[in-house]
């Protein structure tokens, strides 16, 4: 491990690997990830991994398209393809009124980053998804772009690149401290020797703070408990001659998308539960809640 970078992200999950990897194609090549365990070890490995174009102003839709287009392009390279199930399309579900007005205004808020939106009828709805009922349904919008992706491929895949443009990437490398020197520069100090940096990147997820409290900084942020299901084979998607879309539904308050030859369902709870607010256990990783 190198004892001097430019730049040390700390945590190897899709924000510090994406981070390193678009520091390099800005030319920033002393560049260093440390993770302390393996890469995706957190919640990125057990993420849903919807990728959408969908976004409430056009900052957002830029970024989110940046993102399609970069994922394209690593689903089709010849050296390390990543799985992303690109264009299955995308509908949002409402049954009120002004939830289709909302959808018309966002699909001309796309439309200006040339982005194609539609907002669609009931019928059209339930045609386009077969698994759906369009009782008490006004209509969608529809994002043709929507699609999933694999998050531990796409994390490794962006730290191979990464790595091939200079930077340099360290697993199972803890970090046990940080110390601001008078010039503003930072020592990381891990369990494998200290680093010298310009810049840390705190990427750390859900141990953002365990970092910040190395820095004496406390981050206005909080860890939720959140819960997904897969179901078994559904005859409907297994005989289906298409992948079925991804559903995003603001009424019920969950999201479904095609996973093999089932669905993933999870829900935006209300009123979450915290998690890891009184610390989280280091030996807690690749893991699950119970």
């Known amino acids: 491990m190198k004892d001097q970078a430019r730049v040390v992200v700390i945590g190897g999950g899709i924000a510090g690997c994406s981070a390193l990897y678009h520091l390099t194609r800005e030319g920033w090549s002393d560049v260093m990830l440390i993770e302390r365990d393996e890469l995706t070890s957190g919640t ?18 830029g970024l989110k398209s940046h993102s399609i287009a970069l994922y394209k392009e690593l689903r089709d390279d010849p050296d390390y393809p990543v799985g992303y199930n690109y264009a299955d399309g995308g509908i949002r579900l409402a049954n009120t009124p002004e939830q289709m007005d909302g959808y018309r205004h966002f699909t001309s808020v796309a439309a200006g980053m040339g982005v194609g939106f539609e907002v669609i009828d009931a019928a059209e709805c339930a045609r386009r998804h077969p698994l759906i009922s369009a009782d008490n349904l006004l209509g969608g919008l529809w994002d043709p772009h ?35 020197q008078a010039d503003h520069t930072w020592t990381v100090h891990t369990e494998k020797g200290d680093v010298r940096a310009e810049i840390v990147v705190n990427a750390g997820g859900y141990r953002c703070n365990e970092i910040g409290a190395m820095m004496g900084i406390s981050h206005p942020v909080a860890s939720m408990e959140h819960q997904y299901f897969l179901t078994e084979d559904i005859p409907a ?30 829900f935006y709870e209300q009123d979450c539960r915290t998690w890891g607010l009184d610390g989280i256990d280091p030996h807690f990783s690749n893991a699950l809640c119970p």
């Open 237 to 266: 998607i297994t005989e289906a001659s298409h992948r079925m879309p991804l559903l995003r539904c603001p009424i019920s308050d969950y999201y479904c998308r095609q996973e093999k030859g089932g669905l993933l369902l999870g």
């Open 44 to 61: 990125t490995w057990h993420s849903a991994a919807q990728v959408t174009n969908f976004g409430m102003n056009q900052t957002m839709i």
């Open 146 to 180: 929507d699609g999933h992706i694999d998050p531990a491929q796409l994390c490794q895949a962006l730290a191979r690149r990464a790595r091939l443009a200079g930077a340099e990437v360290n697993r199972h490398t803890p970090v046990t401290g940080l110390t601001q």
